[in-house]
Nanobody
Framework: QVQLVESGGGLVQPGGSLRLSCAAS????????MGWYRQAPGKERELVAA???????NYVDSVKGRFTISRDNAKNTVYLQMNSLKPEDTAVYYC?????????????????????WGQGTQVTVSS
């Protein structure tokens, strides 16, 4: 029904930058919040940054001032610009979106609200 495809991960030296992208496609009526989570080995998945459909953002304290989340509603795409990367930013980064799907009913097109996840992209910060 709905797919989230991430791109932009990789290996970068400390102090470097990366930009992650996540494009949503499928039977989408609208998208509410979109966000980025990350999970490091042996740790729980944590919310890194989130953005509402209106553009309000929030960040985990450890990335404030270094990471910027943005979205292009016309493209159903969310971005995460990561600057001044540190080794502790190393993790698999996952995109998340709260999506209202099409119902299939022409007169009542709004369907249910569901959470979707991307497949994850590895970010490694190392010298």
């Amino acid at each position: 029904q709905v797919q989230l495809v991430e791109s932009g991960g990789g290996l970068v030296q400390p102090g470097g930058s990366l930009r992650l992208s996540c494009a949503a496609s499928g039977s989408i009526f609208s998208i509410n919040a979109m966000g980025w989570y990350r999970q490091a080995p042996g740790k729980e998945r944590e919310l890194v940054a989130a953005i509402t459909s209106g553009g309000s953002t929030n960040y985990v304290d450890s990335v404030k001032g270094r990471f910027t989340i943005s979205r292009d509603n016309a493209k159903n795409t969310v971005y995460l610009q990561m600057n001044s990367l540190k080794p502790e930013d190393t993790a698999v980064y996952y995109c998340n979106a709260e999506v209202r799907i099409y119902s299939g009913n022409y007169y009542y097109p709004e369907g249910g609200l569901y959470d979707y996840w991307g497949q994850g992209t590895q970010v490694t910060v190392s010298s």
